[in-house]
């Protein structure tokens, strides 16, 4: 099992653009999450899906959108990036909720996001 | 509550001795409780958790110690090897909203040698 993989490891941004970070996981999990780590702080829940074709807002989910299409992958986008979006961001998958004691997420290796 | 601050709390140990890296949770209701290891350019990794009807819980060379009373939650990692230098961070959750899981700002251990 590769685990939980992202796509791209880093990327430099010019304020006003856009992309598309992608994360997979071969797991099978039915939950996955976009988190984003700045310095000094917890990491922050930006969007969450429960299942394939469906999303839900986390606790910072201003400028960003997500999509799961397919049970394996959530993207999340930036369609126009500002400063305030440098962050490292780590997606993560766990099986549904209270199953078995298997609640844990599993995380990426993470995605640097520099935006000029 | 959140950190806002700029700098992790930094724990120094020697090799071969007990390291205690500290939480404090902010929610009562919390009924689940994770701790992670962060090495340096990686993602968080699962150590070991504990629900709230334990007050203790023990892996290999790590314990989770968790007092309800002043929400307080406590890892020991027992004979600190330098593969044990990382950011380690508690998080905590409730059974009915799965999607609020709180994440601490962590503390860095460092192993001296």
């Given at each position: 099992n590769a685990g939980v993989t992202q796509t791209p490891k880093f990327r430099v941004l010019k304020t006003g653009q856009s992309m598309t970070l992608l994360c997979a996981q071969d797991m099978n999990h039915e939950y996955m999450y976009w988190y984003r780590q700045d310095p000094g702080m917890g990491l922050r829940l930006i969007h969450y899906s429960v299942g394939e074709g469906t999303t839900a807002k986390g606790e910072v989910p201003d400028g960003y959108n997500v999509s799961r299409l397919k049970k394996q992958n959530f993207l999340l986008g930036l369609e126009s990036a500002a400063p305030s979006q440098?962050?490292?961001?780590?997606?993560?998958?766990?099986?549904?909720?209270?199953?078995?004691?298997?609640?844990?997420?599993?995380?990426?290796?993470?995605?640097?996001?520099?935006v000029l | 509550?959140?950190?806002?601050?700029?700098?992790?709390?930094?724990?120094?140990?020697?090799?071969?001795?007990?390291?205690?890296?500290?939480?404090?949770?902010?929610?009562?209701?919390?009924?689940?409780?994770?701790?992670?290891?962060?090495?340096?350019?990686?993602?968080?990794?699962?150590i070991i958790d504990i629900r709230s009807n334990m007050d203790k819980r023990q892996?290999?060379?790590?314990?989770?110690?968790?007092?309800?009373?002043?929400?307080?939650?406590?890892?020991?990692?027992?004979?600190?090897?330098?593969?044990?230098?990382?950011?380690?961070?508690?998080?905590?959750?409730?059974?009915?909203?799965?999607?609020?899981?709180?994440?601490?700002?962590?503390?860095?251990?460092?192993?001296?040698?």
């Open positions: 440098t962050s490292v961001y780590f997606c993560a998958s766990s099986y549904s909720i209270w199953t078995g004691g298997k609640e844990t997420q599993y995380f990426g290796p993470g995605t640097r996001l520099l | 509550g959140e950190s806002v601050g700029l700098h992790l709390p930094t724990l120094s140990v020697q090799e071969g001795d007990n390291s205690i890296i500290n939480c404090a949770y902010s929610n009562s209701a919390s009924d689940y409780f994770i701790w992670y290891k962060q090495e340096s350019g990686k993602g968080p990794q699962f892996g290999q060379r790590v314990t989770v110690l968790l007092n309800k009373t002043v929400k307080h939650l406590s890892l020991q990692i027992a004979a600190t090897q330098p593969g044990d230098s990382a950011v380690y961070f508690c998080a905590e959750t409730q059974k009915t909203s799965y999607d609020k899981v709180i994440f601490g700002p962590g503390t860095s251990l460092s192993v001296i040698p």
